[in-house]
């Protein structure tokens, strides 16, 4: 029994040494209580100021002492007011805040740490002023550094145009949506605003830089998340049924070529011929240079030579007629003829016309031109009118024509 006491007590111990600081509070769950809200300090609060000074310092750039010098009494009257000391040494280069015995909220000190940081990335007096805000109570800094994100500088420019959008569209639409001020400065992010929207400005910072979601998808469920907390119906249930999901789509990159493994041989490879050793085998290593000279000019020649004739070729080709047309320019040859046919030898030219188109059908080889087939037709014409003469011929005026023929002159027969 004592035994059993004993590892019962180790286990109590165990367990509460385990979960000493993750009790319940009753504050946790009480609806009436706001966990963001930040209440305003009262000096009534810390009446005896502080014990021991505080300070903090950064370093700035040569190219920003002008601007800081020209800024500076803005910042030390802004600081004055809540008893902050500040010290801007130009020989060193730094900026240092620090407390005094009227500083009386413990926390302005940290404030004035982030305004130094906001007075380094700042270059106009809208900005200072912007900058001032941080020592508010209800006002907050976040520096998100997204320049260790990615290490591809190309890409890397490419995701932070993203960031801004065109003519800075994503960026007034992330400041509208979450209440913050944002400043997208060479390789760090500048937030101002409630502890809430910076958290979701370092969420949508951050999976931009990194690729893991675009900007606009964050913005479009920020918008679905402002149209539901106007139904108050819908305050304390579950919005991840209503809210949209994106699935990620990688883009297809191209597949490296693996080069295909020869089988593996303990000889090296045999050695390739020389340009000498071609020559010798062709025997142009014995030639002379004249030799040399008139076979690389006449390889020239016959080069050019096939060169030509394949360029006329090209040309003449475009002069070649297709069928129909080569046909339809022998019938308007055979129109310009100007024969006139009678009734009766209507049959004869049918059939020559058939006859024609049958020839020219069957070479599909051969090429026509115009001037051709026009010759083959005029002949045709010819043989024509010769035929129409036999069929129309009078046998008593050929006999009497045949009478008075005059005789044939005998040919001479000249001496040699």
């Known amino acids: 029994m004592d035994g059993g006491g004993d590892s019962l007590d180790v286990e109590k111990k165990g367990k509460k040494h385990k979960g000493k ?35 903090f310092s950064t370093l700035f750039p040569q190219y920003r002492e002008k601007y800081l010098q020209e800024a500076w009494p803005i910042v030390k009257r802004a600081l004055k007011e809540h008893g902050i000391a500040c010290e801007l040494n130009l020989v060193e280069g730094s900026m240092t805040v620090s407390t005094t015995r009227k500083t009386r909220d413990p ?54 145009e993203r960031l801004l959008g065109p003519n800075l569209s994503t960026l007034k639409a992330i400041e509208i949506l979450t209440g913050c001020y944002v400043l997208v400065q060479g390789n760090t992010v500048a937030a101002m605003g409630s502890f809430k929207g910076l958290k979701q400005v370092r969420r949508i910072v951050e999976d931009c830089i990194q690729n893991a979601q675009h900007p606009v998808y964050h913005i479009k469920t920020l918008l679905m998340k402002r149209e539901l907390a106007k139904n108050p119906a819908l305050a304390n249930e579950n919005w991840d049924r209503f809210l949209p999901k994106f699935k990620k789509k990688n883009v ?73 047309l080569a046909f339809m320019s022998s019938l308007l040859a055979y129109q310009n003829c100007n024969i006139v046919l009678p009734e009766s030898n209507s049959m004869y030219f049918s059939n020559m016309l058939q006859e024609i188109t049958s020839n020219y059908m069957k070479s599909d080889n051969e090429t026509h031109d115009a001037a051709s087939i026009a010759k083959s ?8 009118k010769n035929h129409e003469k036999h069929d129309n011929i009078n046998v008593e005026s050929y006999i009497h024509n045949a009478e008075n023929r005059p005789a044939k002159k005998p040919k001479s027969s000249k001496p040699i």
Request: proline share 7%.
């Open 377 to 384: 037709l005029k002949e045709k014409a010819k043989e024509f």
């Open 107 to 160: 926390y302005i000190i940290v404030k004035a740490r982030d305004l130094l940081k906001l007075l380094s990335r700042i270059k106009t007096k809208m900005l200072l002023l912007q900058a001032i805000k941080i020592l508010n109570d209800e006002m907050n800094c976040d520096i998100i550094k997204i320049g260790n994100l990615v290490r591809n500088k190309e890409r890397f420019v490419r995701r932070r």
């Open 21 to 55: 600081h993750d009790k319940p509070k009753p504050w946790d769950e009480d609806p009436n209580i706001d966990h963001w809200k930040v209440e305003k300090f009262d000096p009534s609060w810390n009446e005896t100021g502080m014990l021991e000074v505080s300070s």
């Open 252 to 324: 297809k990159q191209r597949k490296v070529k693996s080069k295909e493994k020869k089988p593996y041989t303990p000889f090296p490879p045999p050695q390739q011929p020389s340009k000498i050793d071609l020559q010798l085998e062709s025997g142009e290593y014995f030639l002379s240079d004249k030799k040399k000279s008139d076979k690389k000019w006449q390889e020239k020649l016959e080069k050019q030579a096939e060169k030509t004739a394949e360029n006329r070729r090209k040309r003449a080709a475009a002069f070649v007629p297709p069928k129909v």
